[in-house]
């Protein structure tokens, strides 16, 4: 459900690089990510690197899960909490028509106590890379590392409401 001036919040937020919506229910937040998703274009010099800015709970791995869906990973995504990094190959398919991207990397910084840990499993490597969409989870614990980034910031309002801004 669209409110009433959704319309022209998002022209005048998106004319500051800014979006913010609302989703009420689980379609329209796979929705907006699956837009996203497709919005995204492989960065000339380097890999493309998407923040995910939340509280637990606000959405950051079910996002990254509708992107994983959206490029044509087959196997689930789940969190990588405990093992930091998943790499997911993306293969062009009839459905997903081109593989922009040829690696999905999820990262959760969650557990990561300093920065260098990030560096100790190649992360200067894979943002070097234009061949990787890197999505992290709780890149402020990372802050000092982080490249220039899209922030995907996402707030629990209620059970099935969740705001998300995209700069």
């Not at 001036?5 to 979006?19: A, Q, R």
């Not at 907006?32 to 497709?38: G, S, V």
């Not at 490029?71 to 593989?99: C, D, M, N, W």
Request: with cysteine; glycine share 4%.
């Amino acid at each position: 459900m669209i409110q009433d001036g959704f319309f022209d919040t998002k022209i005048m937020l998106i004319c500051l690089n800014i979006t913010r919506m609302q989703t009420n229910s689980l379609t329209e937040f796979q929705k907006i990510a699956e837009d996203f998703t497709l919005k995204l274009s492989p960065a000339k010099d380097s890999a493309t690197v998407v923040g995910l800015y939340g509280n637990l709970g606000a959405g950051k791995t079910t996002f990254t899960q509708i992107v994983a869906k959206t490029l044509g990973v087959e196997e689930t995504v789940t969190s990588p909490t405990f093992v930091i990094e998943k790499i997911y190959r993306l293969v062009a398919s009839s459905q997903h028509q081109v593989a922009r991207f040829e690696n999905l990397i999820h990262i959760d910084a969650y557990r990561l106590e300093k920065s260098e840990e990030l560096l100790h499993l190649g992360w200067q490597e894979i943002i070097s890379d234009p061949k990787n969409l890197i999505l992290i989870e709780w890149p402020e614990r990372v802050a000092d590392i982080m490249p220039k980034h899209i922030q995907v910031k996402l707030t629990h309002i209620s059970e099935n409401s969740r705001e998300i801004e995209v700069v």
